[in-house]
């Protein structure tokens, strides 16, 4: 590989790509072992520390039911190109190249048998086969463009390339060192950014839901609807509101002052409760509840519900509105728990300015958008890791 032409104090590269996240790693590698000359900087003390975090420590890395329909976006159809271009099968063959054993949990979701570690080493060797040069603790200077170069400047000194790659992620988790980099620079070269928000995160409650905040830790099956998602895994009560794979699915469709609705009986038949009636008169509410629900679950909505006495003293039309209540219990959130505790952003730098097949700006040539920085955000279950390879596989055959 061609070392990089040091000229007047700049280093040149044929590329330079900020970020050594997920995205950031899979192009710098494929770029690399395109033939290209690849800087690679990131302001970590370490590479992919996302990863490292990820699936609770064994990185949940694809999902094998990947389709653009689990994305997000306000340009729905942008991902369409690179996910069919990289499939999670693709990223899959690569992780066994690499003999890192892996499992299918629930639901198409990839995870490592052993560590994320295991997928972050294996995006660094791939790094290091393209000859990239991967630089961490690094603090971005300015970022400038002129005559055909994007210029930056390091500690270390000012470095040129005629293509650069925005892989800097969203501002979810700060305290990973999570930033909103990506849409200041994309801001300054002229791109658009769709209002960033966090996505994948637990929802808060107002004071007048406080009878659920004493369920806090009761987790149940259940189908959770929001705006267009609609989502059938477990919801988790806790001390501030709702949590669990469910409600982190629909945050992402949820915007202030819309409610949630939630199926607490999935599994139930409709018209359960009459034929119940028919069947156990004696019973009351409760006890029916605490067969499809756990026993705090079922103590709190009944109360709710505010059916006296046996199933048999109550009206059918009785029985079916509190069927019907269960099967779409409305909260209000007052809040989602923010950028500190989102999986990821939505929203971000906004794709009807870029090219959906090579991820390049439209409007600048040469410069790059790629993974979580950009306006797609996938469904819990590895879609965010399958788009992150995929941009960056997308961008990586262009530079
Ligand atoms: P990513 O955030 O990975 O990388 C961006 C990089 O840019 C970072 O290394 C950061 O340090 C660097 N950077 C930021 N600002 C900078 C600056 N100013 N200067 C220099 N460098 C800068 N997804 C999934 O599919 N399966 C899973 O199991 C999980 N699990 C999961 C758990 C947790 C706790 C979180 C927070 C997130 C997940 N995700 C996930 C989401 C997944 O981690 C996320 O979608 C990808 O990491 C996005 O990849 P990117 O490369 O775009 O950003």
New binding site residues.
């Given amino acids: 590989m061609a070392e990089p032409i040091a000229q007047s104090g700049e280093t040149d590269f044929d590329a330079i790509i ?7 790693l899979m192009c710098a590698a494929l770029a690399g072992q395109r033939g290209k000359r690849v800087l690679l ?4 003390p370490e ?5 490292l ?3 609770g420590g064994r ?3 694809t999902n094998i039911h990947t389709a653009p329909d689990r994305y997000l976006s306000e340009n729905p159809h942008f991902a369409r190109s690179a996910l069919s271009r990289y499939t999670a099968q693709d990223f899959l063959a690569l992780v066994e190249r690499h003999g890192i054993a892996w499992h299918e949990k629930t639901l198409g979701q990839l995870f490592c048998d052993g560590s994320a570690r295991q997928i972050v080493a294996m995006l660094v060797d791939e790094c290091a086969r393209g000859a990239v040069d991967l630089r961490c603790d ?1 603090s ?1 200077g300015e970022v400038s463009h002129a005559d055909g170069l994007f210029r930056i400047a390091l500690r270390e000194g000012s470095f040129r390339a005629p293509a650069l790659v925005i ?3 969203g501002p ?2 700060p305290k ?4 909103g ?1 990506a849409y200041d620079l994309a801001r300054q070269f002229g791109l658009k950014v769709v209002q960033p928000r966090p996505a994948l995160v637990p929802l808060k409650l107002p004071p007048g839901e406080a009878l659920f905040r004493e369920l806090s830790g009761v987790s149940t099956p259940v189908i959770a609807r929001c705006g267009e998602g609609r989502f059938s895994e477990a919801a988790l009560f806790t001390h501030r509101g709702l949590s669990g794979p469910a409600i982190l699915q629909v945050s992402s469709y949820w915007h202030r002052g819309e409610d949630v609705g939630i199926d607490f009986v999935p599994d139930r038949e409709s018209g359960w409760l009459l034929a119940a009636k028919r069947a156990r008169p004696r019973a009351a509410l409760r006890r029916v509840l605490e067969d499809a629900l756990p026993g705090r679950l079922a103590e709190a909505l009944s109360q709710r519900l505010a059916v006296e006495g046996d199933l048999g003293s109550q009206s059918d039309k009785a029985l079916a509105a509190a069927e019907q209540r269960l099967r779409d219990w409305r909260f209000t959130p007052d809040g989602s728990e923010g950028f500190a505790k989102a ?2 952003t939505a929203g971000g730098i906004d794709t009807r300015g870029l090219s959906s097949k090579t991820m390049e700006a439209v409007k600048v040539p040469g410069l790059y958008a ?4 950009v306006d797609v955000t ?1 469904w819990l279950g ?5 788009w ?1 390879w995929a941009s960056g596989f997308a961008a990586a055959q262009a530079l």
Avoid at 176 to 179: F, N, Q, S
Avoid at 382 to 386: D, P
Wanted: negative net charge; glycine residues 22%.
């Fill in positions: 900020l970020g050594a996240g997920a995205a950031g900087v990131d302001h970590a590479p992919g520390r996302k990863i975090i990820s699936g990185c949940n890395f690094a971005i892989a800097t992620g979810s988790i990973m060192g999570a930033t980099f999986e990821v790629i993974g979580e920085a996938g590895g879609y965010n890791f399958q992150a």
